[in-house]
């Protein structure tokens, strides 16, 4: 009947109605915004009613359009479930992995990890984001996510994602020489320190254990930057003392770029995270990676291709 809609219009409307907007949902769907501008102006005018209010600014959907999209989404869901399920049937699964991770973590994971896993699994696509403000993985269209523990979403499941990180304090031999080294964290205000600020704009107080108590410093200097790897590079500039995730200092700590400095005082090591949502169907590429790092984590050596996958979790 010329009023139905096909199967490619129902996907087409269920991704512009999450993302609100076409530039983001036609990335999901590999096609142009024009394409998906045109799709649903023709089903809207085929079906004799409007399904979304747009303007050259914003989206939003019609009283009409979130009832239409409340019917039609758990019948999307299972069929993508079902064809995504055929995976069980293959020797090697398939599909595409979207991952949102800091940037301290990829750079940490992405030899020991990711790349693996695509090793591994070289029929799966593998699709990195990485962000360290928070991000809806389930709006932005990402199977899963990583985070540290303290700052995971609720309602999500989440398992451990590598080995424990643990920060550490550094500073180049030459800055060392000119100004000295701190003996206690308490002395660190009195140094030209690298700040860092997250992306919600605050300032990351460094911790420390003392005496057995979490203790917070505010230091302060003339540069501040957000992220690691640009730390390190200050550092080994001798701009002034850095904090820093252990993991990625190593390489300049060996060959003595830098030295660490109040080791003693470090905080414990804490986990990154691999969070997803709680939903019955997950895609198959996403179960092979919870699998996959489940077995990694219980210390598995994955000689075997022929893990058990394709069961959903």
Same mark, same amino acid.
């Given at each position: 009947?010329?009023?139905?809609?096909?199967?490619?219009?129902?996907?087409?409307?269920?991704?512009?109605?999450?993302?609100?907007?076409?530039?983001?949902?036609?990335?999901?769907?590999?096609?142009?915004?024009?394409?998906?501008?045109?799709?649903?102006?023709?089903?809207?005018?085929?079906?004799?009613?409007?399904?979304?209010?747009?303007?050259?600014?914003?989206?939003?959907?019609?009283?009409?359009?979130?009832?239409?999209?409340?019917?039609?989404?758990?019948?999307?869901?299972?069929?993508?479930?079902?064809?995504?399920?055929?995976?069980?049937?293959?020797?090697?699964?398939?599909?595409?992995?979207?991952?949102? $991770?800091?940037?301290? !973590?990829? #750079?940490?994971?992405?030899?020991?990890? +990711? *790349?693996?896993?695509?090793?591994?699994?070289? %029929?799966?696509?593998?699709?990195?984001?990485?962000?360290?403000?928070?991000?809806?993985?389930?709006?932005?269209?990402?199977?899963?996510?990583?985070?540290?523990?303290?700052?995971?979403?609720?309602?999500?499941?989440?398992?451990?994602?590598?080995?424990?990180?643990?920060?550490?304090?550094?500073?180049?031999?030459?800055?060392?020489?000119?100004?000295?080294?701190?003996?206690?964290?308490?002395?660190?205000?009195?140094?030209?320190?690298?700040?860092?600020?997250?992306?919600?704009?605050?300032?990351?107080?460094?911790?420390?254990?003392?005496?057995?108590?979490?203790?917070?410093?505010?230091?302060?200097?003339?540069?501040?930057?957000?992220?690691?790897?640009?730390?390190?590079?200050?550092?080994?500039?001798?701009?002034?003392?850095?904090?820093?995730?252990?993991? $990625?200092?190593?390489? !300049?700590? #060996?060959?003595?770029?830098?030295?660490? +400095? *109040?080791?003693?005082?470090?905080?414990?090591? %804490?986990?990154?995270?691999?969070?997803?949502?709680?939903?019955?169907?997950?895609?198959?590429?996403?179960?092979?990676?919870?699998?996959?790092?489940?077995?990694?984590?219980?210390?598995?050596?994955?000689?075997?291709?022929?893990?058990?996958?394709?069961?959903?979790?």
């Amino acid at each position: 009947m010329k009023n139905r809609a096909t199967l490619q219009e129902l996907e087409i409307f269920a991704a512009i109605a999450r993302h609100l907007n076409f530039r983001k949902a036609a990335e999901e769907r590999n096609v142009t915004p024009s394409t998906l501008s045109h799709t649903i102006t023709n089903l809207e005018q085929r079906i004799g009613v409007r399904l979304l209010n747009r303007t050259t600014r914003s989206v939003s959907l019609t009283e009409a359009g979130r009832a239409f999209l409340a019917r039609i989404e758990p019948a999307l869901v299972d069929l993508s479930s079902a064809v995504d399920e055929l995976n069980t049937w293959r020797a090697d699964p398939r599909g595409t992995l979207r991952l949102n $991770l800091p940037r301290n !973590a990829e #750079a940490i994971a992405l030899q020991s990890i +990711l *790349l693996p896993f695509h090793q591994h699994y070289p %029929e799966i696509a593998l699709e990195i984001a990485t962000s360290d403000g928070f991000v809806n993985i389930v709006e932005e269209g990402f199977d899963a996510g990583v985070r540290f523990g303290n700052t995971l979403p609720q309602d999500m499941v989440a398992i451990p994602f590598g080995p424990a990180v643990s920060g550490a304090v550094v500073a180049s031999p030459a800055f060392i020489a000119r100004h000295g080294a701190p003996q206690h964290p308490d002395d660190l205000p009195g140094y030209c320190c690298i700040q860092r600020r997250f992306p919600s704009g605050m300032q990351y107080k460094w911790e420390f254990q003392v005496q057995g108590k979490l203790q917070e410093i505010a230091v302060k200097g003339g540069v501040t930057l957000d992220n690691d790897q640009t730390m390190i590079q200050a550092a080994q500039a001798g701009v002034g003392i850095a904090f820093v995730m252990h993991d $990625l200092a190593k390489s !300049a700590l #060996a060959k003595g770029e830098l030295v660490e +400095l *109040l080791a003693d005082y470090a905080a414990p090591a %804490e986990k990154f995270w691999l969070y997803y949502p709680s939903r019955k169907y997950h895609s198959a590429a996403l179960r092979c990676f919870i699998e996959w790092l489940q077995q990694s984590n219980r210390g598995v050596i994955h000689s075997d291709p022929s893990l058990n996958c394709g069961n959903p979790l």
